[in-house]
């Protein structure tokens, strides 16, 4: 299967600040990447969706500003979750678009805003 | 649109009985239907998916699913349970134009007893 790398695994925050989670594709280039958004006990909900080298499309009620996405390259996207507030404590989990039938899945980022 | 629903938050089962793990899903046109567990702070692995050919599906570590068309099921099942199956299991399906973009039902934790 592919190699998909997201970095932090874990993440504390004040409320306030701003944190960037990355996505990597290790070894093939995703010129999509899928960002989803699971809450504690729910099931994964698409937030998100980057394209290299143009602006992400926003699922209806994810507030762009807020979630901003980067995708510079064909390998790496960035969230970056501005201003972070306590109900933005989730996990954060990013998967890049292959080609074939199959999804794969960066190891998830749990944020945790205090 | 498509749509997934697990009906079971939570299936226990004793260890070395058989499981199942119930999913209907909606899509228009021919499914592309996938499981897939996911442990503590975890990301989600891949268990088996169905895309086209025999209807019983065989996965990682045991598990298996039937691809029903005219009930719209596709349940995940395993003859003999583990103690370390016990973990949330995803059912996603897309339509098979809609690249790797899944939508999830809502999880269904599994938990296996001694």
């Known amino acids: 299967g592919a190699v998909v790398s997201q970095h932090p695994s874990r993440v504390i925050c004040k409320s306030g600040t701003s944190v960037k989670i990355e996505c990597r594709s290790l070894d093939f280039q995703a010129t999509t990447m899928f960002w989803y958004r699971q809450f504690p006990k729910q099931s994964l909900m698409l937030m998100a969706t980057?394209?290299?080298?143009?602006?992400?499309?926003?699922e209806q009620g994810v507030e762009k500003d807020k979630f901003l996405i980067n995708h510079a390259s064909l390998t790496l996207s960035t969230l970056t979750v501005t201003s972070a507030h306590p109900e933005d404590s989730s996990f954060y989990i990013c998967?890049?678009?292959?080609?074939?039938?199959?999804?794969?899945f960066g190891q998830g980022t749990r944020l945790t805003v205090v | 649109a498509q749509s997934v629903a697990q009906p079971e938050d939570q299936v226990n089962v004793a260890e070395g009985n058989p499981l199942t793990v119930k999913c209907t899903y909606s899509?228009?046109?021919?499914?592309?239907l996938f499981w897939y567990v996911q442990y503590p702070n975890r990301g989600l692995q891949f268990l088996l998916k169905y895309i086209t050919g025999d209807n019983l599906v065989k996965g990682s570590y045991g598990f298996e699913a039937e691809f029903n068309k005219s009930q719209t099921s596709f349940h995940l099942k395993k003859p003999s349970a583990l103690v370390s199956d016990s973990a949330l299991y995803f059912c996603a399906v897309r339509a098979n134009n809609a690249g790797n973009m899944l939508t999830f039902g809502g999880g269904t934790r599994l938990m296996v007893k001694p």
């Open positions: 998967s890049p678009k292959r080609g074939g039938t199959e999804a794969f």
């Open positions: 980057s394209n290299e080298g143009s602006k992400a499309t926003y």
């Open positions: 899509v228009s046109g021919n499914p592309y």
